[in-house]
């Protein structure tokens, strides 16, 4: 098993400029979801998916679009880059448990918007 | 949604001593309680959880304990290592919402060898 993998690990952006975060599992869960990770901030999430064909806003949504296609992969899609987007990116997927259970994480991706 | 407070931010340690870092949270309809160590350039990975149905879970050197009444909950370890330097975070659910976890912001721990 890979687990969750994620990339690209470093990108640099220009303000406006659009790009995609892959993440992908292989863990057949049903959970996947985005978090953004900022210094002294913890982890915030940005959207979730409980499964193929659906998905929901997290804490801080804005400026982010996610699809998911499938149950391995939930794309991350900034659409206009800006530089209070500078941030490290952790995908994560759960088996669907009432109340909580374990995230995987995946390794991040850090992201630069100049 | 969840609100959850981790302290302290910032943690040292002699080799061999003790660590404990406190969490509280907002919501009393929580019952899944995480703690995730996070070391340089990497994701977070599980270490401990409890659910509220018990008040102590023990595995070897690590335990967490949980105070529903009060809502909070706390990471022990004992014995440090060096290797158990790293950033620590608790987190709880949001009741009502899937698996998603709210964290605290953290607690970087340093072990002095």
């Known amino acids: 098993n890979a687990g969750v993998t994620q990339t690209p690990k470093f990108q640099v952006l220009k303000t406006g400029q659009s790009m995609t975060l892959q993440c992908a599992q292989d863990m057949n869960h049903e959970y996947m979801s985005w978090y953004r990770q900022d210094p002294g901030m913890g982890l915030r999430l940005i959207h979730y998916s409980v499964g193929a064909g659906i998905t929901d806003q997290g804490e801080v949504p804005n400026g982010y679009n996610v699809s998911r296609s499938t149950t391995e992969d939930f794309p991350l899609r900034l659409l206009s880059a800006a530089p209070s987007q500078t941030s490290v990116y952790f995908c994560?997927?759960?088996?669907?448990?009432?109340?909580?259970?374990?995230?995987?994480f995946g390794p991040g991706t850090r992201l630069t918007v100049l | 949604g969840e609100n959850v407070e981790q302290h302290p931010s910032t943690l040292s340690v002699q080799e061999g001593d003790s660590a404990v870092i406190k969490c509280t949270y907002s919501?009393?309809?929580?019952?899944?309680f995480p703690w995730y160590k996070q070391e340089l350039g990497k994701g977070p990975q599980l270490i401990i959880d409890?659910?509220?149905?018990?008040g102590e879970k023990k595995d070897q050197r690590i335990a967490v304990t949980l105070n529903k009444t009060a809502k909070h909950f706390s990471l022990h370890i004992t014995e440090t290592q060096p290797e158990d330097s790293a950033v620590y975070f608790c987190?709880?659910?949001?009741?009502?919402?899937?698996?998603?976890?709210?964290f605290g912001t953290g607690t970087r721990l340093t072990v002095i060898p």
């Open positions: 919501d009393s309809a929580s019952n899944y």
């Open positions: 987190a709880a659910p949001e009741p009502a919402g899937a698996n998603n976890l709210f």
């Open positions: 994560a997927s759960s088996f669907l448990l009432a109340g909580g259970n374990e995230q995987f």
């Open positions: 409890i659910r509220s149905n018990v």
